[in-house]
């Protein structure tokens, strides 16, 4: 039976580059590639059993964390990070018309943001309107003479399409982290683990306390970010990674053990390995 990997459609994202990239590492037997409308719509095709694997976007070097994929996760506790991929980025202007012609630019907001400084140099009047892809938004704007899109190169292989500039992105060594997401947590060790948190009160040193039980177990955190609740204002989620100096298969046990106290929710993601894709 064919093994069905979801991602973020439609075909030509940078997503599908990194759902073929993470299958092949992974040695997933006969992938069945699943684009979806929506970073949501992925994690709800693994959630409901629709799919065995999901590709999701979840952190980028200009622009921080992918808030929808990290919002997804922390409502869907069961399902786990089996390995990570850093894809370069290098966005390219593609479009029918002249680019002396553009009046509208549209794109995934994440890839408008990481071109902002470039669109405001070179279009500055430009509406900018955001897709729910940089794969769609390519689509949207054939054989539109005042349209364009910020897309992968790959998008001008669509036909009426052409490469209008590139690269366009603000920081040449953008990149960004996608993760393959499924149901099962399984016992294995990696680079990486993963988990976020909730405090059972925002108080003084509530924050501290919690990050100081981490430097206990002397782990370096790579990456913390926080998400509203959603609950009320000031309240917060924490997403916490952590460099995993060695396999060691009891770094969450130790971690819970000190952080279950102090949290309200505490959810492992799992322990992972990250690597680095030396093509975008």
């Not at 992938?31 to 959630?47: K, S």
């Not at 630019?105 to 430009?126: E, I, R």
């Not at 916490?240 to 130790?254: A, G, I, M, T």
Request: charged share 20%.
């Amino acid at each position: 039976m064919p093994t069905r990997v979801a991602y973020l459609g439609p075909e030509g994202t940078y997503a599908e580059q990194a759902a073929y990239s993470l299958a092949e590492l992974e040695k997933i037997k006969e992938p069945d590639f699943v684009p979806c409308i929506g970073i949501r719509t992925v994690v709800e095709q693994l959630a409901k059993k629709l799919c065995d694997f999901a590709v999701i976007p979840i952190e980028n070097s200009v622009e921080g964390g992918v808030t929808t994929s990290l919002d997804c996760l922390w409502s869907n506790p069961d399902l786990f990070i089996k390995r990570a991929l850093v894809l370069p980025i290098q966005h390219c202007l593609v479009g029918s018309g002249a680019i002396n012609e553009i009046s509208e630019v549209l794109s995934h907001p994440q890839a408008l943001a990481q071109c902002s400084d470039w669109l405001n140099q070179h279009l500055p009047g430009a509406l900018q309107l955001p897709t729910n892809s940089t794969s769609a938004a390519a689509r949207m704007v054939v054989n539109s003479n005042f349209r364009a899109a910020i897309a992968s190169k790959a998008a001008c292989n669509l036909p009426g399409i052409k490469e209008l500039a590139f690269p366009i992105n603000d920081i040449a060594g953008n990149r960004t982290r996608f993760v393959l997401l499924q149901r099962e947590e399984i016992d294995q060790t990696g680079d990486l683990i993963s988990l976020a948190f909730s405090l059972h009160a925002n108080s003084p040193g509530a924050l501290l306390e919690a990050l100081n039980c981490i430097a206990t177990l002397g782990l370096n955190m790579s990456r913390i970010e926080s998400r509203p609740s959603k609950r009320e204002l000031g309240e917060y989620i924490f997403f916490v990674d952590l460099e995993l100096p060695s396999e060691d298969k009891n770094v969450y046990k130790k971690l819970s053990s000190l952080l279950n106290p102090l949290c309200e929710h505490l959810v492992h993601f799992g322990s992972y390995k990250s690597t680095e894709s030396i093509s975008g």
